[in-house]
C-alpha cells in the first residue's frame, strides 16, 4: 500500500524522500527500498536533483506513467497502472502485481 501512496503523492509534483517520509511516517529505508522498486518497475524516475538548505543533495522523483486507475474495493484498492511503452501492471488489495 505505502507504494501506492508514493505514487499517489507524487503525480503532479515530483517529491524528495524527505517529504515522502514525513507525510507517510516511513523510514528513510523503508522509503528508498520503495522508491528503487518504483524504479526498477519503470514508474518513477529521478525528475530533477537540487540541494537543501542545510546543503544536502536531494532527488526529486515523479512519475512515468501514461494513466493510473485505482479505486476502493472493500478496504483496500483495485486497479490498473499504464506504464509509457510497457504492459500494464494491475493492483489488487493495494499490492502492485509486477
Known sequence: MDSIRILAAVE???????????????????????????????????????????????????????RMHLQADGGGLKGSIRRRGKTDLRVKNGILDA
Not at 30 to 58: Q, T
Open 12 to 66: 503532479g509534483n515530483p517529491r524528495s524522500v524527505n517529504y515522502l517520509t514525513s507525510r507517510f511516517g516511513l523510514t528513510k529505508g523503508v522509503c528508498y527500498r520503495k522508491v528503487r522498486k518504483l524504479m526498477a518497475l519503470g514508474l518513477l524516475k529521478v525528475h530533477s536533483k537540487d540541494v537543501s538548505p542545510e546543503g544536502k543533495r536531494i532527488a526529486l522523483y515523479g512519475l512515468v506513467l501514461d
